[in-house]
């Protein structure tokens, strides 16, 4: 009986094969890549879509939570957004495709849609375990990106927009991105929604930091009100490389944002920051899976949340040192702001340290606007509303101010006041 | 300008009853000056002048230029030109202060219809009145509050008055924690705006700030209500002789 209910497919799973089944030949990929495919898709066929009874997605219930996929379409849209900062340069995918021809001075800009066609991407579409659904999914029906190389000793002042455009229906990207030794860039990666209706995106990067290289990455995700949103970020740090990951949520019906990263390289330093925003019937889930696997590497990770509305968020934290990682020096803390009664968020904090001279630590709290700030706001003639999004915004502005690049620390405020004054 | 009528108001969340049947005229251009022993309720009058919500008014009228304002929110009644000088102005980490100055004095602007300040008259004025209370420019930098001296706090509650230039000041125990020089620099502040058509309350324990603030009329507050009123010679029999004969005499 048990059993059955658990291997009852769910229109959201029966959808998703279909899709696989109907894209057939159509796919991208040489035979290596289309045996890649076929066996995540069989995985995905014979386990299903997680629940909450797998650990790593107690409190995304994908099972439950996806309800619908929509066919994947052609694209619909010519919305052609700015640039989150005006210097940067555009790197395009439209609906999950090479948008127009890309070339950046300095960088190697490839076709991940070739890769695929040659069969160089097969090995990276292996899952990191076998809960790994969302390397799944993304492996089984990814049709492009951009493969970029930052040549070693490359220094990048000109920002990089990875700007992911995504209407109605399905996009499936990935960005493997090397940053040879000693190279600095800036990379912004942005999900947008284009148009209304409900899309349904994975997407992966898999990042590379070679030795010293010092990296900003932030991921903007900024999907519609119906739009459900995979995402993963991988990420292996080499021997004093910096690498400063800047993460924001602020739309999507259902979001999961993986961070797997791999501190591998000693004196490798990782500078990790998130604010979720967070109101509607939404759910919105950050899962970081961070290793810290050599000696003497540091890490310091804090995310910010303001929940509204009924919307549900969850953030699960685990950091693990490994046995002969000494002198590891890790520091996590999550933030909350409750906006109502019905908003929830599970913060879930897990460190499993197997080296015995470490520093590692984690805090977690839950809290609501200080009565006595709103009121000190108002009695200068600040309305409700108004004094409680500046409060808010105080809240997470502590973290975007970190990132020091003017236009960059205005931009990331920009989306914050205009998300907060929809949604406060 | 401000009349109190037969007020009671408790505390909202465990009853205390706080202003017993308080009485209280000030006329415009009026300085007055409230005063009282520790808990007779000379706090929890500002807040409730200013529409704190952990207080409840449970009868009587507070007609602030013939309206009752009782159902006035705190904005509400700032746009409307009341302005409390808090005892303890709050720290707020993340706000910065030049921004808490610029969208408070907009939003009063835009409550009452007037167009709203450009930057560089923003900063102009902000520069003005900073100048004139000695504030030191790097203070205005800093988030609202956070790492100011008791002293520095006070001030800026003063700047924050004379750039949102209130019709009914009410300063609260503005003189705790200040030493004689910056008590000056404040009352210079306040002295600055008196005007005919505007009107300061003044909270306090001591005569002190009374001589650099010179009140028309003095209120002796006790247990909730207003038991005796005087000129300034009031304050000076206070000064001397404590509360206890007055006190005596009411009861």
Redesign the interface.
């Known amino acids: 009986m048990n059993m059955q209910a658990q291997n009852r497919q769910t229109a959201a799973e029966t959808a998703l094969l279909d899709s696989y089944n109907a894209q057939i030949g159509e796919l991208p990929g040489n035979g290596a890549v289309i045996s890649a495919r076929d066996r995540l898709v069989d995985d995905l066929k014979t386990n299903g879509l997680p629940t909450r009874r797998v650990e790593a997605w107690h409190y995304t219930d994908l099972k439950t939570l996806l309800r619908s996929i929509p066919a994947s379409g052609p694209a619909s849209s010519v919305r052609n957004p700015a640039p989150l900062v005006d210097a940067a340069a555009l790197i395009k995918t439209r609906q999950g495709e090479a948008d127009g021809n890309v070339s950046v001075d300095g960088i190697v800009v490839g076709s991940y849609a070739d890769m695929l066609r040659e069969g160089t991407a097969a090995p990276g579409l292996s899952v990191i375990d076998k809960d790994d659904t969302i390397g799944k999914i993304n492996g089984s029906f990814v049709r492009d990106g951009y493969v970029l190389e930052f040549p070693a000793g490359a220094e990048i002042g000109q920002p990089i927009e990875i700007q992911a455009l995504h209407g109605a229906g399905q996009a499936h990207t990935r960005f493997p991105v090397s940053f040879g030794a000693g190279s600095k860039a800036t990379v912004i990666e942005r999900h947008i929604q284009t148009t209304d209706g409900q899309a349904f995106v994975s997407s992966v990067s898999d990042i590379s930091l070679e030795d010293g290289a010092e990296v900003t990455w932030i991921v903007v995700q900024e999907q519609g009100a119906d739009d459900t949103h995979l995402a993963q970020v991988r990420v292996r740090v080499g021997n004093n490389a910096k690498l400063r990951l800047f993460v924001i949520n602020a739309g999507g019906k259902l979001v999961r944002q993986e961070l797997r990263i791999d501190v591998a390289g000693e004196g490798a330093d990782l500078q990790l920051r998130g604010v979720n925003l967070l109101g509607g019937d939404t759910h919105t889930d950050v899962t970081l899976v961070l290793g810290h696997n050599v000696p003497n590497t540091t890490s310091t990770e804090i995310f910010r949340n303001v929940v509204f509305d009924r919307a549900r968020g969850v953030f699960q934290g685990m950091i693990k040192v490994a046995l002969d990682a000494q002198k590891t020096d890790a520091r996590m803390a999550c933030n909350t702001l409750l906006m109502s009664d019905d908003a929830e968020f599970a913060a879930k904090p897990e460190l499993e340290i197997f080296a015995d001279d470490v520093q590692c630590g984690h805090g977690a709290t839950v809290a609501d606007i200080d009565?006595?700030?709103l009121?000190?706001?108002?009695?200068?003639?600040?309305?409700?509303n108004?004094?409680r999004a500046?409060?808010v915004?105080?809240?997470v502005?502590?973290i975007v101010e970190e990132l020091e690049d003017e236009a960059l620390v205005e931009a990331l405020e920009a989306i914050i006041s205009n998300w907060l004054e929809k949604h406060a | 300008m401000l009349e109190i009528r037969n007020l009671h108001a408790r505390i909202a969340e465990d009853g205390t009853e706080i202003i017993r049947g308080l009485n209280l005229t000030v006329k415009a251009g009026e300085v007055a000056a409230i005063m009282g022993p520790n808990g007779s309720g000379k706090s929890t009058l500002s807040y409730i002048l200013?529409?704190?919500?952990d207080y409840e008014v449970t009868e009587g009228e507070i007609l602030y230029n013939g309206e009752n304002i009782l159902e006035l929110?705190?904005?509400e009644r700032?746009?409307k030109g009341i302005?409390?000088a808090?005892q303890y102005?709050?720290e707020?980490?993340?706000?910065a202060t030049m921004?808490?100055l610029k969208?408070?004095m907009n939003?009063?602007r835009k409550?009452r219809g007037d167009a709203e300040l450009s930057t560089p008259d923003f900063i102009r004025k902000v520069k003005e009145a900073a100048a004139e209370l000695k504030i030191n420019p790097d203070m205005l930098k800093r988030?609202l509050n956070v790492g100011f001296s008791g002293g520095e706090k006070k001030r800026a509650e003063i700047l924050?008055m004379a750039l949102?230039e209130p019709k009914l000041c009410v300063l609260d125990e503005t003189d705790s924690g200040l030493d004689i020089d910056a008590l000056k620099i404040v009352a210079d502040g306040v002295n600055a705006l008196k005007s005919p058509d505007r009107a300061v309350i003044v909270i306090t324990h001591y005569q002190r700030l009374l001589d650099y603030i010179v009140p028309d009329t003095v209120h002796v507050l006790y247990k909730g209500q207003i038991i005796r009123t005087g000129d300034k010679q009031l304050a000076l029999e206070l000064e001397a002789n404590g509360y206890a004969d007055i006190i005596g005499q009411a009861a």
């Open positions: 009565d006595n700030h009121y000190y706001l108002m009695a200068r003639g600040i309305p409700h108004k004094a500046m409060l915004n105080a809240f502005a502590e | 200013s529409g704190r919500e929110d705190p904005a700032a746009a302005f409390l808090f102005p709050v707020i980490p993340g706000v921004q808490f969208v408070a939003e009063q409550a988030p924050q949102l």
